[in-house]
């Protein structure tokens, strides 16, 4: 790591963990949804836009530190780019619960639990991965496996498209189903920005 002559804005550090711990709350619920009936899914979907607000907080609390930081403890567009795209997941993440109850879906396509295992997964290597960012440690394998997930989340979603248009549903329900799917799948690109915006970090700093 470079040797830095000028004390650094520590707190940038918690804020992080603090919006990647808010993510593992969110992929919970979305785990919660696979086998919530209709009104249990409503409940879900107002826990997941109270969670959704609370990453926006998060959020809006690393910009304001941002522009009130002389001194920050790596590049200014990569705080506002990791910042960015782990609100973009808990966004990605929100919608999705939210269209499940706003087109009151009866029943997920076989393949949408796979979708949410990978999701929950990426969320706990992520809060994993945040306080690292302290020290530069131990985070290669953390993207590596990220982008492995991604790539899984890849096939997942070409399968739910196969199965989607295999003409087992009238196509109202598959736009519908396909939305929901597709939102998913950019909850998992989404979290392999995370992790690529990591290793940019950690590839200046080293």
Known sequence: MRF???PRETSFYDMFAASADN???GSKLLMELLGADTAGRAEIAERMRAAEHAGDDATHAIFHQLNSSFITPFDRE???ALASCLDDIMDFMEEAVDLVVLYNVEELPKGVEQQIEVLARAAELTAEAM?????????TEYWIEVNRLENQADQIHRKLLAHLFNGKYDAIEVLKLKQI????EE???AF???ANTVETIAVKES
Do not use: F, G, S
Not at 131 to 139: A, C, I, K, Q, V
Not at 181 to 184: A, I, P, Q
């Open 131 to 139: 306080p690292n960012l302290r020290t530069m440690d131990n985070l």
């Open 23 to 25: 993510i593992v709350t």
């Open 181 to 184: 799917v597709d939102v998913l």
């Open 187 to 189: 909850a998992a690109d």
């Open 4 to 6: 830095r002559l000028t």
């Open 192 to 194: 392999e920005h995370v």
């Open 78 to 80: 990569d705080i506002y």
